[in-house]
């Protein structure tokens, strides 16, 4: 089993940002009960027995904004069910992850961190709405490994208006300072309720550029798996593109289960108040088909050619006769993902 748990609180929001998230006022202690509650309920309703969690992310939000006492009750009733090898992840801001958190977060039994940077350049950390700096990168990924972190992440962010050969040149100059495991490198994507909803000119839309980028990510040494992570890959990330069950408790959440997705509470008092329900969406087989095309085709995971219709097989082997897909031990991989969507359109 796998379970996300989402943390809505930020210091500000980020320009781009569709994720719920709040500022955290006086809710912390009403949401550490509530989070409780809907957790041990989810646990129970999932069947989930003890040493069967594979893996954790806690996301946001802001995460590192929460003191480490927030999680220790957390992780006190969760250590009975978690797998010796469990990966457990925790996003973190690069200005409010200090040293002495992230050696308490280490001893709590979290052995990954992923720092949302987005950028190293300053200029387009503030076209962003970010509030951190170039040099607390740095710092917060030094104090990461002085405190005993040795799988971690950074995200980054292409495709705005900002972005051209130079300015990749210089991210990718100081990714190269940093002896990290794993890279997300995020398409800017214009979403609606941001800062950045109807403002299309803001984003680039050059995919000469996103494949020069991905490229010269990959020429570090980091091996692109899934369209937007490159490097050591994340066991919770890839249970989502495998179809795995997974709960998500949280603000915000969902959970999948066999054919059925679960929504929490997107408001935060009616989360508080009722934790445990659910929005049910019923997946069909031709849902759960399409999502298997659609993953399949963004990452390493591939198509199986048993799950295929006669028709959908046919263009997959006329695919791969085009070098567009790569067919393997039953399996129809794509060799360049930022074709995915066009490539799942064409076969379904």
Request: with cysteine.
């Given at each position: ?9 930020c210091e500000?929001k980020?320009?781009y940002?569709?994720f ?43 995460p590192?904004?929460?003191e ?7 992780f ?11 990966e457990?992840?925790i ?5 409010s ?15 990954r ?36 972190f ?5 995200d980054?962010?292409?495709d705005?208006?900002l ?5 990749l040149?210089?991210?990718i ?5 940093l002896d ?7 398409n800017?994507t214009i979403?609606?309720?941001t ?15 996103a ?20 490097g ?9 593109w495998?179809?795995k069950?997974?709960i ?6 969902v ?6 997705r679960?929504?929490t ?17 019923n997946?069909?087989?031709q ?6 095309i659609f993953?399949g ?8 050619e ?6 959908e ?12 897909l790569?067919y ?12 995915s ?6 076969l379904?």
């Amino acid at each position: 089993m796998h379970l996300y748990i989402h943390i809505p609180f930020c210091e500000s929001k980020c320009f781009y940002c569709s994720f719920t998230s709040l500022k955290k006022k006086d809710f912390e202690k009403n949401y550490l009960n509530a989070l409780m509650q809907d957790i041990k309920y989810q646990l129970n309703f999932f069947k989930v027995n003890k040493n069967s969690i594979k893996t954790i992310f806690i996301g946001g939000g802001t995460p590192s904004l929460m003191e480490t006492s927030f999680y220790e009750k957390i992780f006190i009733f969760l250590q009975e069910y978690l797998k010796q090898e469990c990966e457990i992840t925790i996003e973190a801001n690069p200005n409010s992850s200090n040293f002495l958190w992230l050696k308490e977060m280490k001893n709590l039994g979290f052995n990954r961190i992923s720092f949302g940077s987005q950028s190293f350049h300053e200029k387009k950390l503030q076209f962003l709405g970010r509030i951190h700096d170039k040099k607390s990168i740095f710092t917060s990924i030094e104090n990461a490994k002085k405190a005993g972190f040795n799988n971690i992440n950074l995200d980054l962010i292409y495709d705005t208006k900002l972005d051209d050969k130079k300015m990749l040149d210089y991210e990718i100059s100081n990714l190269a300072l940093l002896d990290i495991n794993h890279v997300s490198a995020y398409n800017l994507t214009i979403e609606e309720k941001t800062k950045f909803a109807t403002k299309y000119h803001f984003k680039k839309n050059a995919p000469r550029l996103a494949k020069y980028f991905i490229k010269a990510i990959e020429n570090l040494g980091y091996k692109q798996y899934e369209i937007s992570n490159f490097g050591q890959i994340c066991k919770h990330n890839l249970a989502y593109w495998q179809g795995k069950d997974y709960i998500g408790c949280g603000l915000s959440a969902v959970g999948f289960l066999k054919n059925q997705r679960f929504y929490t509470k997107k408001n935060l008092k009616d989360y508080i108040a009722n934790p445990t329900f659910r929005e049910i969406e019923n997946l069909n087989l031709q849902d759960l088909h399409l999502e298997h095309i659609f993953l399949g085709l963004r990452s390493i995971i591939g198509i199986n050619e048993k799950k295929l219709e006669p028709l959908e097989k046919e263009k997959a082997f006329f695919l791969s006769k085009k070098g567009k897909l790569v067919y393997k031990n039953g399996f129809f991989y794509n060799t360049n993902y930022l074709l995915s969507d066009e490539l799942a359109l064409f076969l379904s």
